[in-house]
C-alpha cells in the first residue's frame, strides 16, 4: 500500500485516478481548493483537504503532503486568465516539487500534455500559449528535481470510455480520460517508469504493455 496525494483532487481524470488507487489498497488524499467539492472527492474512497496551493508557499504545501510516498500534480488553472495559469501552472506546479523535496517524497507524477515543451511551436498571440509556456517551464523543473518524475503526455482528452489501450506517439489524436487515469495509476506502481516522459494517444497496446515497451 502507498500513500498518494493528488493534487488538483477534483479534476476528472483526479477523479478517475482516485478510486483505481484505492481500489487496489492505496490510501489516497485529494487536494481540492473548493471545500463545496469535499463529498465528490471522498465519494472515490480519497480523503478530501483543503488547501489552495495557489497561495501556499513551498513550506506550507510541504505540510499538506507530510508523509505521502508520492505526488500526481493533476491540477490546473482551466485556461481563461493568463496570469491564474501561470500562478497555477507553473508557478504552484514548481513549489509543489519543491515541497516533496522538502517532505523527503521522491515519486512524483506530472500530467501534462502531448507536445509540451520549451519547442511547442503555440503563437504568442494564442490562448493557449501562457498554458503552453507554464507547462514547459513547470516540467523543465521536475526534469532537472532530485524528484524520481514521470511526465504524462496525453493527446486531446475525451470523456468516452477507458479501453486499457493506447499508442505511445508523438502524433495528435484523442485519448480518453479514463485511460489516462489508467496510466497514471499503473506508472505510480513501477518503477522503471522513472525518469520518463510518456507521450500517447489512443491505441490498441494493453496500457502495461505500452509502458514497458517504452521503458525497455
Do not use: C
Not at 7 to 27: F, Q, V, W
Not at 67 to 77: L, N, P, Y
Amino acid at each position: 500500500m502507498s500513500r498518494i496525494a493528488i493534487i488538483g483532487g477534483h479534476g476528472k481524470i483526479a477523479l478517475l485516478l482516485s478510486p483505481l488507487l484505492t481500489g487496489r489498497g492505496d490510501e489516497v488524499t485529494s487536494v481540492i481548493r473548493n471545500p463545496a467539492h469535499t463529498a465528490d472527492v471522498e465519494a472515490t474512497g480519497a480523503s478530501a483537504v483543503v488547501a489552495d496551493v495557489e497561495n501556499l508557499s513551498a513550506t506550507q504545501i510541504a505540510e499538506v503532503i507530510a508523509g505521502h510516498d508520492a505526488i500526481v500534480w493533476s491540477a490546473g488553472a482551466g485556461g481563461g486568465d493568463p496570469d491564474r495559469t501561470y500562478a497555477v501552472d507553473r508557478d504552484a506546479a514548481i513549489r509543489t516539487m519543491d515541497a516533496a523535496q522538502l517532505s523527503g517524497i521522491l515519486r512524483f507524477v506530472m500530467v501534462s500534455y502531448l507536445g509540451a515543451g520549451p519547442d511547442h511551436g503555440v503563437p504568442e498571440d494564442s490562448s493557449f500559449y501562457p498554458y503552453a509556456e507554464a507547462k514547459a517551464a513547470a516540467d523543465e523543473h521536475l526534469r532537472e528535481s532530485a524528484l524520481d518524475w514521470t511526465i504524462l503526455q496525453p493527446s486531446r482528452l475525451t470523456d468516452g470510455p477507458g479501453t486499457g489501450a493506447i499508442a505511445v506517439s508523438e502524433v495528435s489524436g484523442d485519448v480518453p480520460r479514463a485511460d489516462v487515469a489508467e496510466v497514471a495509476a499503473q506508472v505510480l506502481a513501477r518503477q522503471d517508469t522513472v525518469g520518463t516522459t510518456v507521450p500517447f494517444v489512443g491505441g490498441r497496446t494493453p496500457i502495461a504493455e505500452a509502458l514497458t515497451a517504452l521503458t525497455a
